[in-house]
């Protein structure tokens, strides 16, 4: 749960970086940090568990791949809008994960 939440979070700190550089028009960081919030989505896309996760896994599996359309919209198109889109979905599943990270507890070893 724990990387879960670290690559969300790293996802949405690439696409506000990546906001800021649309702003200022710098074209180059814009794209290198969309790409890695890209990479990042595209990783938790890809680790989901279909089987085990049946419904809420399929969901999610559609959001991520919502998500990186928009991603690669907003970096055509230079789309602001798109990004905070993006952001703002980021946010809500990492809420979602977060407080699922709170009611986990592992199991103990040997007990």
Do not use: F
């Not at 724990?2 to 696409?15: C, F, I, N, P, T």
């Not at 814009?30 to 890809?46: F, S």
């Not at 990186?68 to 602001?80: E, P, Q, W, Y």
């Not at 703002?88 to 599943?93: A, K, P, Y």
């Amino acid at each position: 749960l724990q990387l879960v939440l670290r690559m969300m979070q790293g996802a949405h700190d690439s696409v506000t970086m990546a906001r800021g550089h649309i702003r200022r028009g710098e074209v180059g960081p814009k794209g290198e940090q969309i790409g890695r919030a890209i990479g990042l989505i595209d990783g938790l896309r890809v680790c989901l568990d279909m089987e085990a996760g049946q419904e809420i896994a399929a969901n999610l599996e559609s959001l991520y791949a919502y998500m990186l359309n928009r991603l690669s919209d907003a970096n055509v198109r230079n789309d602001d809008d798109a990004l905070g889109e993006v952001a703002d979905l980021l946010g809500e599943i990492r809420a979602g994960w977060q407080a699922m990270s709170q009611d986990y507890e592992p199991e103990t070893v040997g007990a």
